[in-house]
């Protein structure tokens, strides 16, 4: 049981679709995070919420947007998507932001872009 | 900016016999590093972290060294098992808790 559910695990779509991305924790911790992972390349951050506010976004076009209604989940709208955001987009969640500690992943969605 | 390296892509290695793996980095301001494990259609999983006041923390068949002089971290896995084959990563911590994440070791254990 990882605590980080993701769904779906895996999802195939048209450059003109709109599509989402849940990711639901159930360890009660107040940050949550989306990465991008693509072959060969480090885990790219995303965004990060604390406390159901965007804490960060890093550089992320704008056919990506996230939402957090609350601090259990976590939701990546999205629309109008390119072949190179095929990736597998990891969500992870943290107790807190203040201090470093271990972010707890999920399994990931693996999105393909047609 | 900070940056992490790899220092191998690929490790194989025969069951029973120990692992490092190793990763440089190069802010010395972080204080934080950890170790993910990745297995095939899974999420990264947690192995072990170290703060930058400690120089070696010990886990179950973990061990993680941290040099902060040559920026160096290493993990070791002792009597490496089949199912010790999975992707290894390395991560800094880049402000408050912000992962800088490496590009990862692949650990093949042969029998």
């Known amino acids: 049981e990882t605590g980080v559910t993701q769904t779906p695990r895996h999802l195939v779509m048209g450059m003109t679709n709109k599509k989402s991305l849940k990711c639901e924790q159930h360890?009660?911790?107040?940050?949550m995070y989306w990465y991008k992972q693509s072959a060969k390349k480090p885990l790219e951050l995303m965004f990060v919420?604390?406390?159901?506010?965007?804490?960060e976004n890093n550089s992320v076009p704008s056919r990506f947007s996230p939402e957090c209604p609350n601090s259990s989940h976590l939701f990546l709208h999205l629309h109008t998507l390119q072949p190179e955001d095929s990736a597998l987009y990891l969500c992870?969640?943290?107790?807190?932001?203040?201090?470093?500690?271990?972010?707890?992943f999920g399994d990931g969605t693996r999105l393909s872009i047609l | 900016g900070e940056s992490v390296g790899l220092h191998l892509p690929t490790l194989s290695v025969q069951e029973g016999d120990n692992s490092i793996i190793n990763c440089a980095y190069s802010?010395?301001?972080?204080?934080?590093f950890i170790w993910y494990k990745q297995e095939s259609g899974k999420g990264p999983q947690f192995i072990i972290d170290i703060r930058s006041n400690m120089d070696k923390r010990q886990g179950q068949r973990v061990t993680v060294l941290l040099n902060k002089t040559v920026k160096h971290l290493s993990l070791q896995i002792a009597a490496t098992q089949p199912g010790d084959s999975a992707v290894y990563f390395c991560a800094l911590s880049g402000g408050y808790n912000k992962l800088i994440f490496g590009a990862g070791t692949r650990l093949a254990v042969h029998p």
């Open positions: 360890l009660g911790h107040n940050a």
């Open positions: 919420y604390s406390l159901e506010e965007r804490v």
């Open positions: 992870a969640s943290s107790q807190d932001l203040g201090s470093p500690e271990p972010q707890h």
């Open positions: 802010n010395s301001a972080s204080d934080y």
